[in-house]
């Protein structure tokens, strides 16, 4: 972030003190509440350690087995293979809708971006209801049993399908930033266009590459429910089941460490790719568009490779919900329960959004307009909640509250708090963002105009920075909305959402009966996704 | 719509072009058919003695041995200088002809900078340099010293043309900027709306325009109506060679070409000194001839002179005398491009 860069420019060359705590001193109200954030933001995280350290024991006694060494072994390899598999179907796809004249790309850019939208337990669902035992497929074919899709294969294909946007948007970004005279430099100097995309274009879509790639290993990595109803033992997988037991208590707690620490140097790869990404763009002046190259007779197999994707990813599982919808609305719909649980599902999103929208303004006011080190503690910390997969948040305030504040345990606000600060710096960026365009100045010129500090917050500030806020909100709803694993281990008994509905169902193999949730709760998130994806926000 | 039609141009080979118009005329568009980098919807383009594309035949970017420098230089942002520079050498560039290049260039001993790390003109040399390695029987420069600084931009125009002309190779390159094709080029050919108005010497182009349009593009210009007859055009500063010229005429004088004194010779027309602009080196002067009509006179700083001046003024240097109807009627033969080529140019 600028003021961050900008906060230790001035470090250098200041005072201690003044480096610490910066050079305007931020109100103390402010800085209260932004350590009151800070914390929160942690508590999961600390009070993981506290929990393994309380019985450090059973803990070693619980990680050190064999059975870790396979637990990581079969994680990394689902995320691997995940991985990889993304990458390869993303990178054709990526060029052929930048760079080649392929009918229709503007269109199919949109449609084989949209399967990231299906989380990744409905997505499971679907196939498994459609290509499973007992799925729509067998019923079609009027077998008894068709070959499990259960295991290493599902997870691997139901990931593979719903992530590989995550490489594909970034990637696409990168293409069309690219400098299209590089290409043609190459070409000029003989050679092959098949050689300057391996010497030329590669190189410089490598750091998009591994960026999306990261981020599908750690999506995988803290992905709950896919790997659930495709029943493959992943750590999250395990985690549930030893918490589910009862007595497993020490070694969920356990083994969530050795997965955030896995999941750690993921970061710090991420980290590193991503400063690797501001490749020196060497280039000034004007751009002409890239000449998109001719498929010719290429474009039949092109059409057919994307019309593929989007029919495994998008066409098939969208086919499958209508399907159980249709079957589902003929045979009796019971609205009640349906719409308590769309309810429930609003309210504890929304709840959510805004907890997250409040602590994301003290948070981004902080560290742009107060930056010293204190600030951009805060504001890293800030952080912690979402390097943690959701799961391993909602068994941290598990522990907290049975152990801690009991009285608090299992209630709606503990959900919402975990909700909260699980997806708080999704709105930290973009309200930073929209306040960094806010300089001081401005506000310094209103109030030389005459304006009291109040109005000016309310003419000047609030107006340029409310569509930040909004976007920041829209995209903590949307991940709040869908989040199952928190939902299911943190919402009070007989508290049902559309997504532990959704999860519910499907594990008693009531597939119609799942349609129904998953299909609202497709629905109620669309809206806001429109919102941030005509914002241009949404693959932030 | 076609940006390209009727660019009719033969180049000689060893020589240094410009193709000078204003924005959006078509000379970039130009210069990326004759690299490959376009497609023509029709006509012919031959370098040296091989056709690169006609109707029957079009050699890819890659086979047509045309080194190019682009307007944004176009650096391998992911290789140093020596990568970029043996890029075009294969896939085992020669480590000789790569220093060798880079002395032409005076950027000696920076193979293992990275390029970001150059500055403008020298990205510029590097960018230059890759284009010669591989000594292209041509070289093609896009808005060459568009991206450089007015102070960088003299020093480097004198020291790239003095590069073109050590290393031999046929340039051809793209400028909107007059003074700049003029004071390297060899030829310069001048392009409207897609089509070449007009290609010769510097001083051809300069002193004999073919159009008003291309007198006025090149700099300033006076025109003044005149009655031509016997070879002979007569208008209000004198009578002037009009060549084949006959009846009505347009009289195209340079500022520079309009000479004023307290007194002149014969053929010297009264004129009153009406404004006056002092640029230091030189002065514009403002006069109104007898009809009313007001022409420029550039002369240089000194003396001033003021308004309110009555003084004698004549034409001193090259006019051209055109018919008055300065249009030349539109061809619609498909356009001819023939770069490096031994017959005479057109």
Same mark, same amino acid.
């Given at each position: 972030?600028?003021?961050?860069?900008?906060?230790?420019?001035?470090?250098?060359?200041?005072?201690?003190?003044?480096?610490?705590?910066?050079?305007?001193?931020?109100?103390?109200?402010?800085?209260?509440?932004?350590?009151?954030?800070?914390?929160?933001?942690?508590?999961?995280?600390?009070?993981?350690?506290?929990?393994?350290?309380?019985? /450090?024991?059973?803990?070693?006694?619980?990680?050190?087995?064999?059975?870790?060494?396979?637990?990581?072994?079969?994680?990394?390899?689902?995320?691997?293979?995940?991985?990889?598999?993304?990458?390869?179907?993303?990178?054709?796809?990526?060029?052929?809708?930048?760079?080649?004249?392929?009918?229709?790309?503007?269109?199919?850019?949109?449609?084989?971006?949209?399967?990231?939208?299906?989380?990744?337990?409905?997505?499971?669902?679907?196939?498994?209801?459609?290509?499973?035992?007992?799925?729509?497929?067998?019923?079609?074919?009027?077998?008894?049993?068709?070959?499990?899709?259960?295991?290493?294969?599902?997870?691997?294909?139901?990931?593979?399908?719903?992530?590989?946007?995550?490489?594909?948007?970034?990637?696409?970004?990168?293409?069309?930033?690219?400098?299209?005279? *590089?290409?043609?430099?190459?070409?000029?100097?003989?050679?092959?266009?098949?050689?300057?995309?391996?010497?030329?274009?590669?190189?410089?879509?490598?750091?998009?590459?591994?960026?999306?790639?990261?981020?599908?290993?750690?999506?995988?990595?803290?992905? +709950?429910?896919?790997?659930?109803?495709?029943?493959?033992?992943?750590?999250?997988?395990?985690?549930?089941?030893?918490?589910?037991?009862? +007595?497993?208590?020490?070694?969920?707690?356990?083994?969530?460490?050795?997965?955030?620490?896995?999941?750690? %140097?993921?970061?710090?790869?991420?980290?590193? %790719?991503?400063?690797?990404?501001?490749?020196?763009?060497?280039?000034?002046? /004007?751009?002409?568009?890239?000449?998109?190259?001719?498929?010719?007779?290429?474009?039949?197999?092109?059409?057919?490779?994307?019309?593929?994707?989007?029919?495994?990813?998008?066409?098939?599982? %969208?086919?499958?919900?209508?399907?159980?919808?249709?079957?589902?609305?003929?045979?009796?719909?019971?609205?009640?329960?349906?719409?308590?649980?769309?309810?429930?599902?609003?309210?504890?999103?929304?709840?959510?959004?805004?907890?997250?929208? *409040?602590?994301?303004?003290?948070?981004?006011?902080?560290?742009?307009?107060?930056?010293?080190?204190?600030?951009?503690?805060?504001?890293?910390?800030?952080?912690?909640?979402?390097?943690?997969?959701?799961?391993?948040?909602?068994?941290?305030?598990?522990?907290?509250?049975?152990?801690?504040?009991?009285?608090?345990?299992?209630?709606?606000?503990?959900?919402?708090?975990?909700?909260?600060?699980?997806?708080?710096?999704?709105?930290?960026?973009?309200?930073?963002?929209?306040?960094?365009?806010?300089?001081?100045?401005?506000?310094?010129?209103?109030?030389?105009?005459?304006?009291?500090?109040?109005?000016?917050?309310?003419?000047?500030?609030?107006?340029?920075?409310?569509?930040?806020?909004?976007?920041?909100?829209?995209?903590?709803?949307?991940?709040?909305?869908?989040?199952?694993?928190?939902?299911?281990?943190? /919402?009070?008994?007989?508290?049902?959402?559309?997504?532990?509905?959704?999860?519910?169902?499907?594990?008693?193999?009531?597939?119609?009966?799942?349609?129904?949730?998953?299909?609202?709760?497709?629905?109620?998130?669309?809206?806001?996704?429109?919102?941030?994806?005509?914002?241009?926000?949404?693959?932030? | 719509?076609?940006?390209?039609?009727?660019?009719?141009?033969?180049?000689?080979?060893?020589?240094?072009?410009?193709?000078? =118009?204003?924005?959006?005329?078509?000379?970039?568009?130009?210069?990326?058919?004759?690299?490959?980098?376009?497609?023509?919807?029709?006509?012919?383009?031959?370098?040296?003695?091989?056709?690169?594309?006609?109707?029957?035949?079009?050699?890819?970017?890659?086979?047509?041995?045309?080194?190019?420098?682009?307007?944004?230089?176009?650096?391998?942002?992911?290789?140093?200088?020596?990568?970029?520079?043996?890029?075009?050498?294969?896939?085992?560039?020669?480590?000789?002809?790569?220093?060798?290049?880079?002395?032409?260039?005076?950027?000696?001993?920076?193979?293992?900078?990275?390029?970001?790390?150059?500055?403008?003109?020298?990205?510029?040399?590097?960018?230059?340099?890759?284009?010669?390695?591989?000594?292209?029987?041509?070289?093609?420069?896009?808005?060459?010293?568009?991206?450089?600084?007015?102070?960088?931009?003299?020093?480097?125009?004198?020291?790239?043309?003095?590069?073109?002309?050590?290393?031999?190779?046929?340039?051809?390159?793209?400028?909107?900027?007059?003074?700049?094709?003029?004071?390297?080029?060899?030829?310069?050919?001048?392009?409207?709306?897609?089509?070449?108005?007009?290609?010769?010497?510097?001083?051809?182009?300069?002193?004999?325009?073919?159009?008003r349009?291309?007198?006025?593009?090149?700099?300033?210009?006076e025109v003044l109506p005149g009655d031509a007859?016997?070879?002979?055009a007569r208008c209000e500063l =004198?009578?002037l060679?009009?060549?084949?010229v006959?009846g009505a005429c347009d009289v195209l004088v340079?500022?520079?070409?309009?000479?004023?004194?307290?007194?002149?010779?014969?053929?010297?027309?009264?004129?009153?000194?009406?404004?006056?602009?002092?640029?230091?080196?030189?002065?514009?002067?403002?006069?109104?001839l007898?009809s009313g009509q007001?022409i420029?006179?550039?002369?240089?700083?000194?003396?001033?002179?003021?308004?309110?001046?009555?003084?004698?003024?004549?034409?001193?240097?090259?006019?051209?005398v055109l018919p008055r109807e300065d249009?030349?009627?539109?061809?619609?033969?498909?356009?001819?491009?023939?770069?490096?080529?031994?017959?005479?140019?057109?």
């Open positions: 972030m600028d003021a961050a860069a900008a906060g230790r420019a001035l470090g250098r060359r200041l005072p201690p003190a003044a480096r610490v705590f910066g050079v305007r001193r931020p109100p103390l109200v402010l800085l209260g509440l932004g350590l009151v954030v800070g914390l929160a933001a942690a508590l999961p995280a600390l009070y993981l350690v506290f929990a393994v350290l309380d019985d /450090a024991r059973g803990a070693l006694d619980a990680v050190l087995t064999g059975r870790t060494v396979g637990l990581i072994t079969r994680s990394l390899g689902l995320a691997v293979a995940v991985t990889a598999a993304a990458i390869a179907i993303a990178v054709p796809l990526a060029w052929l809708t930048v760079r080649s004249d392929l009918p229709g790309r503007r269109v199919w850019a949109t449609l084989l971006t949209l399967p990231l939208v299906i989380p990744s337990y409905i997505g499971a669902y679907l196939f498994v209801s459609a290509l499973g035992p007992r799925g729509a497929l067998a019923g079609l074919l009027g077998v008894e049993r068709l070959p499990s899709i259960y295991g290493f294969t599902g997870a691997f294909l139901v990931l593979t399908l719903f992530t590989y946007p995550l490489v594909l948007i970034p990637l696409r970004g990168a293409l069309q930033r690219m400098d299209p005279s *590089l290409e043609e430099a190459a070409r000029v100097m003989g050679r092959s266009p098949r050689d300057v995309f391996r010497s030329v274009v590669l190189p410089q879509l490598a750091p998009a590459i591994g960026a999306g790639g990261v981020l599908v290993a750690l999506y995988v990595l803290s992905d +709950f429910g896919a790997v659930s109803i495709m029943r493959f033992n992943s750590f999250t997988r395990d985690i549930y089941i030893a918490y589910e037991s009862g +007595f497993g208590r020490t070694e969920a707690a356990a083994l969530g460490m050795v997965l955030v620490l896995v999941m750690l %140097v993921l970061f710090a790869v991420y980290a590193r %790719v991503r400063a690797a990404r501001a490749l020196h763009r060497v280039t000034p002046g /004007a751009q002409r568009p890239a000449q998109p190259v001719r498929l010719g007779g290429w474009r039949w197999p092109a059409l057919a490779f994307c019309g593929a994707v989007a029919a495994i990813a998008l066409v098939l599982p %969208v086919g499958v919900l209508l399907y159980w919808a249709t079957k589902q609305i003929s045979s009796g719909l019971e609205l009640g329960a349906l719409a308590t649980n769309g309810w429930h599902s609003l309210a504890a999103a929304a709840a959510a959004a805004l907890a997250a929208s *409040l602590g994301a303004i003290v948070v981004a006011l902080l560290s742009v307009r107060y930056p010293s080190v204190v600030t951009r503690i805060v504001e890293r910390v800030g952080y912690a909640g979402y390097a943690l997969p959701g799961i391993v948040v909602a068994l941290a305030l598990v522990f907290f509250t049975t152990r801690v504040a009991l009285p608090l345990y299992q209630t709606l606000g503990v959900l919402v708090f975990a909700l909260a600060i699980h997806y708080l710096p999704l709105a930290v960026s973009p309200i930073g963002a929209s306040l960094l365009q806010v300089p001081p100045r401005l506000e310094e010129a209103a109030r030389g105009l005459g304006r009291s500090p109040l109005a000016v917050l309310r003419t000047i500030t609030t107006p340029l920075v409310a569509s930040g806020v909004l976007g920041g909100g829209a995209l903590v709803f949307l991940h709040a909305l869908k989040e199952l694993p928190a939902t299911l281990l943190l /919402a009070p008994i007989g508290f049902d959402t559309l997504a532990t509905d959704v999860w519910h169902q499907t594990s008693f193999g009531f597939y119609e009966a799942s349609a129904i949730p998953a299909l609202l709760l497709l629905l109620i998130a669309a809206p806001p996704l429109y919102l941030l994806s005509a914002r241009g926000s949404v693959a932030s | 719509m076609r940006a390209v039609a009727g660019a009719d141009l033969e180049l000689p080979p060893g020589g240094t072009c410009a193709l000078l =118009g204003p924005s959006g005329c078509g000379k970039t568009t130009t210069l990326r058919l004759i690299a490959g980098l376009e497609r023509p919807d029709a006509g012919e383009i031959v370098v040296g003695d091989r056709v690169v594309s006609s109707a029957e035949r079009f050699v890819p970017a890659e086979q047509r041995r045309i080194g190019m420098v682009f307007q944004d230089y176009a650096l391998f942002p992911h290789m140093d200088v020596a990568g970029n520079v043996g890029y075009g050498l294969g896939r085992r560039p020669d480590a000789g002809r790569i220093r060798e290049t880079l002395e032409l260039v005076g950027l000696a001993g920076s193979e293992k900078r990275p390029v970001h790390e150059l500055s403008g003109g020298q990205q510029q040399r590097v960018a230059l340099a890759r284009a010669l390695a591989p000594t292209p029987d041509l070289v093609l420069l896009d808005e060459p010293f568009s991206n450089l600084d007015a102070s960088l931009r003299d020093r480097l125009r004198q020291e790239v043309s003095q590069i073109l002309r050590t290393a031999g190779v046929t340039a051809l390159f793209v400028t909107h900027d007059q003074e700049e094709a003029m004071s390297i080029a060899e030829t310069v050919a001048v392009m409207r709306e897609g089509r070449v108005e007009q290609a010769g010497t510097p001083e051809e182009v300069y002193l004999r325009p073919s159009s349009w291309m007198a006025a593009f090149l700099g300033d210009i007859r016997d070879g002979r =004198g009578t060679p009009a060549g084949a006959s340079r500022p520079e070409a309009v000479a004023i004194g307290v007194s002149g010779p014969a053929s010297a027309t009264p004129a009153e000194v009406v404004t006056r602009r002092f640029f230091g080196h030189d002065q514009l002067i403002g006069l109104r007898a007001v420029t006179s550039r002369r240089l700083g000194y003396p001033a002179w003021h308004p309110g001046d009555h003084v004698q003024a004549w034409i001193e240097g090259p006019v051209e249009e030349p009627a539109a061809s619609g033969a498909e356009p001819h491009l023939a770069v490096g080529h031994d017959d005479d140019v057109a």
